[in-house]
């Protein structure tokens, strides 16, 4: 099993849930450890702040999910339509044991817990989520990783009967991600089942979705149904739509700009109209934990 990212929180630190629900601050996940590290127990700026998630309708109704359409608002209005149970998760490629495994297994195996993370779309928006799901590193456990293995390829479910989205070629579908296998078995990589507390809503990718904490929102997949091992770096439905815009890496990096958008701020949403807008941190914020992947790349070749 991969090294596990550590919960240094007790019992003292679990939040209500009626005042969590209350979006009332919250110390859970990294924002929680910024109060040990007040106390002398953790440093680095990931824990430099305490993370206040932005509300249900923030998240719910704010998405993108073009196989639903392209309107932020289509995915909460169309998504509903999707059938999410049964589910399952093919697992094949370089793996020791390959096959289907069913979602209620899936489950049954593994810890789930909560995370605040901070979450940074390349189109220069973010919000802070409250997700609940486990490490991408213990499902790859399950499934046994090949030595050979260096990549992890992922694909969406593709149902045209459910999707409207995909009846417009907006991206070749079914949508693909990818990961180098050291980024999937980092301990910050979540396979997220759930917001809130609550079961994960269709339109944030029910009922499994990839959380990459340090990337652009657009690589943390939703509706997984396939999940690949590789030794070959493998395609991305936005690198593979417009390669210049949009590389396999895709860390959050202010200093690489998107030919669209600048990388160097963003708008916290749910600030209002009139909320001025921030610095963009480097990995989103979480460099003291995946900086040391990147060491020696060229960050604006590789981005």
């Known amino acids: 099993m991969a090294r596990r990212w550590t919960n240094t929180l007790t019992a003292a630190d679990v939040t209500p849930k009626a005042t969590f629900m209350n979006r009332r601050q919250i110390m859970a996940g990294l924002g929680g450890m910024a109060g040990l590290a007040g106390l002398g127990g953790l440093p680095g700026p990931a824990q430099a702040e305490t993370l206040e998630p932005n509300s249900w309708e923030d998240v719910t ?20 339509q999707l059938t999410t149970a049964p ?7 370089m793996v020791e044991r390959p096959g289907d495994y069913d979602f209620q297994q899936i489950l049954g ?17 973010s919000m802070v989520v409250p997700w609940t799901g486990f490490e991408l590193a213990d499902l790859l456990a399950l499934a ?7 990549y992890v ?29 050291d980024e999937a ?43 690949t091992l590789t030794d070959k770096e493998p395609q991305t439905s936005w690198n593979m739509a417009n390669a210049r815009e949009y590389g396999f890496y895709s860390n959050v990096n202010p200093e690489v700009s998107h030919p669209r958008w600048s990388q160097a701020s963003e708008r916290r949403l749910g600030g209002g109209l009139f909320a001025s807008r921030r610095d963009t941190l480097m990995f989103n914020g979480y460099g003291d934990e995946v900086a040391s992947l990147y060491e020696g790349m060229d960050l604006a070749k590789f981005f």
């Open 87 to 93: 589910w399952s998760v093919k697992i094949d490629g």
């Open 144 to 150: 046994g990783v090949k030595s050979e293995a260096k």
């Open 153 to 181: 390829a992922f694909e969406t479910l593709y149902r045209p009967s459910e999707m409207p989205g995909t009846a417009y070629r907006v991206l070749d579908w079914p949508y693909r991600e990818g990961l180098r296998l």
């Open 109 to 125: 195996e593994m810890t789930l817990e909560e995370r605040i993370y901070r979450f940074r779309c390349v189109e220069a928006w």
């Open 185 to 227: 078995m980092h301990p910050l990589t979540l396979m997220a089942t759930g917001i809130f507390g609550k079961d994960l809503p269709n339109q944030n990718g029910a009922p499994l979705r990839l959380v990459v904490p340090w990337k652009y929102g657009f690589k943390s997949i939703k509706s997984i149904v396939r999940i």
């Open 61 to 80: 109704n704010y998405c993108n999910y073009y196989e639903f359409g392209t309107g932020k608002g289509d995915p909460a209005k169309y998504a509903g």
